[in-house]
Structures are given as C-alpha cells and as structure tokens.
C-alpha cells in the first residue's frame, strides 16, 4: 500500500482479516493510521528510490490510498510490479486538468471548463463560461482547497493571485439540487460491482453527512451508474473507485470527481453492505472474484473532524454515539485533532432511511457537530 492514512488504514484491516500480509510505504511519520496495523511500514519519501526499492521486495501487488503520489514513483513501482489501479488511472485522476480532459474526450457528462494558465486566459474564460463560475487549481486540491468562486463582484486580477504560477481549470457554475457519488469496484478481467448511489452534504467543502442509499428518482441513480461504469472502462480501471456527482436542476447527472481509491462517502459500506468498498478493493487487485456489493441496511454516516476535539490529544465524550444500539464509530488512529482534519465516523443504521437520518442528526447535535 502507498500511503499511511485512514483509507490504508481500512483496507490493511480488511486484508488482514482475509489473510494477507500488508506492507506499507509512506511519507508519515511511523505509526500512521495504516501502519499501526501493517505488518511492515517504511517510512521514506515516495522518491527515496534506495525505500522504495526495499518495500518492492517485500510485495506481490501494489494499491495506492491516495491519489498525490508523484508520477515518477507510481512508474516506478508499475516497472516491477502489478500496480492497480494502473499509473494511467491514478496520472490522469490526480490533476483537475487532465482529468476534465479526459472526461470531455470521453463524452462523459461534466460542468463546461476552461483551462488557463494567466489572468488574460481567466478574462477570457470567464466570459465565456459567464458568472458565477469557479477557479480550480489544476493540481493537488481536495476537501475544497484551491478554489475561488467568482461572482459578478469579483475583481478577476485580486481573485488570479492564489494561482499566479500555476495552471487552473474554470468551470461553469452548475445549478444542483443535490450531490450524490457512487463507489465501486471493477476487477481485473472488466467485471464491475457497484455499491449504489448515495447523497452527500458538505460543510466548508469537506464532506460532513452521507445518506445511503440516496432520496432521489430511480432514472437518477440509473444515470449515476451509468456515468461510473463509463468512468471505470474509459480508465481500464482495476480497484475500488468513487465518483462524485451533481445532479442538476433540469435532472441530469453531471460527474464532478474521480476519487482512485476507496472514498469518504463509501464508509457507510463497512457497517451496511454485504461487501463493503475495502474488501472490495483486496479482492480487484488481487485478481479474486468481487463480493456482493448490496446494501442490506439503510445507513447514515457522519464525518468526525478535529473541530469537535476539546484539545488535540484529548478525545469528546462519545457516549452519546456508544449508547445507540446501531451507531457504529470509528476512529482513525491520528496522534493529534487539528481543525477540519478527519479524524472518524459514525455510522447510523436503520430500519428506514428516515429513521437512520433523525437519529443520525441526534446524535451529531449531541457531540457539538
């Protein structure tokens, strides 16, 4: 596994309950998330060729828990060993700008974009794509960092400045009623296995509620499918894959985000389905049959930030969430809370979604979210 946090985390979990040894390698510091249940966790930077190296040595196939790892390590790794998802996946899904790319050359439904490199292409952009719109930094954003909305007071020069030097994806501002994602799996010989579509609400940018499975029209969860099963062929994917998704005020679905890894918005999966998205992504690339993705239970999940932390090492009471009978929580592991950093989740089951979603928000009252 490539990376040491909470999605290395899960999958290493996974993999041990199903047998297999785990090696990690990361740039964190030892005793990550992951790596407090790995069995060897190499702590290097991702262009330490001598680490990288010796952690190749010690495994038969590779998976990545995120998608910022430099090219030149996942090239690295794939030359030696199976790597899935392949180096092309990853490659294009990390950089806003490849990614749109490959989205509109693939005929795969998306907000209108621009891409531009300095303020006279943002002039540009912007009047053709009209206001409001967003600035997107072409590489290395998640959780909402490295955007700028631009609205009809927004002096373009002022809002360029965060991205002087650096190239940038200008999408259309797209009029939704809700985002929605889906998670999956697609194995190695093209067979695919998709957990459904859920509906998310963000805070800041950052996901803050998953509702599974998602109150919209069943034409709208065909069209989300529909969108990830194109995105999984079109990349030749192999492992657990998201994809984040409006659906619009006219009732169409439009593709946002390409996550190349289990996702936030699938952890619901754990507590509530047959196969959940980790087990998922151990069998895709270790060339098993995919399990049973159905979603037995309707399910809520709350993200735990470090906000709620009294102080960063000191935990909240959680005894609200422990004396649900169907509240599930799990905690990651981090040394330390910091604002806005993911630090767990609960998960509310019920026996409607209704009735998981009130007290899902019960009990996220009762912690301070």
């Known amino acids: 596994m490539l990376g040491g946090g909470q999605l290395g985390r899960m999958f290493t979990l996974e993999a041990r309950r199903a047998g297999y040894r785990v090696a990690i390698f990361t740039d964190e510091k030892r005793g990550c998330p992951a790596g407090q249940f790995a069995d060897v966790e190499i702590n290097a930077a991702y262009d330490d060729t001598a680490a990288l190296k010796g952690f190749l040595g010690q495994v038969d196939v590779v998976t990545a828990e995120f998608e910022n790892i430099p090219a030149s390590c996942l090239e690295a790794v794939e030359a030696v060993k199976p790597l899935f998802p392949g180096s092309k996946a990853i490659f294009t899904t990390q950089h806003r700008e490849r990614e749109k790319l490959f989205l509109r050359d693939q005929g795969i439904a998306c907000a209108e974009f621009r891409v531009v490199s300095d303020l006279a292409g943002l002039e540009i952009a912007v009047a053709d794509l009209g206001r409001p719109c967003v600035i997107k930094t072409a590489a290395f954003g998640y959780d909402g960092k490295g955007q700028c909305k631009v609205t009809a007071e927004t002096d373009l020069a002022e809002a360029w400045r965060s991205f002087e030097g650096h190239r940038a994806v200008v999408e259309q501002w797209v009029s939704f009623v809700c985002e929605v994602s889906v998670v999956g799996a697609r194995a190695r010989d093209g067979k695919m296995a998709v957990h459904g579509c859920v509906e998310n609400q963000h805070t800041h940018h950052i996901l803050d509620v998953t509702i599974s499975p998602a109150r919209v029209a069943p034409e709208i969860v065909d069209q989300a499918i529909e969108l990830w099963e194109a995105v999984a062929n079109g990349l030749d994917y192999v492992g657990t894959m998201a994809v984040e998704m409006f659906v619009t005020t006219d009732g169409h679905v439009i593709v946002n985000e390409i996550a190349p890894r289990p996702h936030n918005s699938g952890h619901y999966t754990i507590d509530a389905c047959v196969t959940n998205q980790f087990q998922q992504q151990q069998r895709a690339i270790c060339g098993l ?42 905690l990651y592991g981090k040394a330390e809370a910091r604002p806005k950093r993911k630090m767990g989740h609960f998960t509310v089951l019920g026996d409607t979604i209704d009735e998981a979603l009130e007290d899902a928000l019960r009990l996220r009252a009762a912690l301070g979210i």
């Open 289 to 330: 049959p995919l399990g049973d993705p159905t979603q037995h239970t309707p399910a809520v999940m709350i993200n735990l930030l470090g906000d709620i932390w009294p102080a960063p090492t000191v935990h909240p009471d959680w005894s609200p969430v422990l004396n649900h009978p169907r509240a599930k929580l799990h």
